[in-house]
């Protein structure tokens, strides 16, 4: 068990629908990272959030965003959805935010979308 | 940007025998090489990282990865498979550009038969 949790682990829409993602990193750690990972485009990294603000962007498209929350939690929002937009959808958590390319991230089980 | 490919889809190896799953990395300046391992419905695990220091690095469950940097190579090893090791895996370079996040190979499903 790595720590960081993510709910649900699965989910079904349609498209056009919106959906919102949960995850709760590894006590203590303060950096988010979302990633999403398909058969064709393979570990994507979309966004990161370090103690609440935005840190780094990637391959996000301009109908997903996020957030993190006081409490350190984070979540990443889905709209418009495409039937393209069907992937695995992972959060990760790390100690810190920048400075230190040393440490591993700590990834968590994963939300499957499917959009139908 | 820091990037890392993953020359081979499929690795097959017979249980007992040694492994070898092939990463090359692209980077400017110092790499950051990280390996990860991915079981069918799960997340990813952290097997071991290179920063600095001895080329042979150990890991968990028995694997290591030999950093070479005239080759820019950083290959996952382990001298004797199991059929448990049958995953997807993952090679991964941290990419100070990108608020240091991993960027990762396309994966490289290694099964090992009985």
């Known amino acids: 068990d790595s720590g960081v949790t993510q709910t649900p682990k699965h989910l079904i829409t349609a498209t056009g629908q919106r959906v919102t993602l949960r995850c709760s990193p590894r006590?203590?750690?303060?950096?988010v990272y979302w990633y999403q990972q398909s058969l064709d485009q393979g570990l994507q990294f979309l966004i990161q959030?370090?103690?609440?603000?935005e840190r780094a962007k990637g391959n996000i498209l301009e109908r997903f965003s996020a957030q993190q929350f006081p409490d350190l939690h984070s979540e990443l929002n889905l709209s418009s959805l495409e039937l393209g937009d069907s992937a695995l959808y992972f959060c990760?958590?790390?100690?810190w935010g920048g400075g230190s390319l040393d440490t591993e991230a700590f990834f968590g089980q994963g939300t499957r979308l499917t959009v139908v | 940007a820091q990037s890392v490919a993953q020359p081979e889809d499929q690795v097959n190896v017979a249980e007992g025998n040694p492994l070898t799953v092939k990463c090359t990395y692209s980077?400017?300046?110092?790499?950051?090489l990280f390996w990860y391992v991915q079981y069918p419905n799960r997340g990813l695990q952290f097997l071991l990282k290179?920063?600095?220091?001895?080329?042979l690095v150990k890991g968990s469950y028995g694997f290591e990865a030999e950093f070479n940097k005239s080759q820019t190579s950083f290959h996952l090893k382990k001298p004797s498979a199991l059929v448990s090791d049958s995953a997807l895996y993952f090679c991964?370079?941290?990419?100070?550009?990108?608020?240091?996040?991993?960027?990762f190979g396309k994966g490289t499903s290694l099964l090992v038969t009985p």
């Open positions: 990760a958590s790390s100690p």
């Open positions: 980077v400017s300046g110092n790499p950051y």
């Open positions: 290179y920063i600095t220091g001895d080329n």
């Open positions: 991964a370079v941290r990419d100070g550009h990108s608020g240091y996040a991993l960027n």
């Open positions: 006590s203590g750690d303060l950096s």
């Open positions: 959030y370090y103690n609440g603000e």
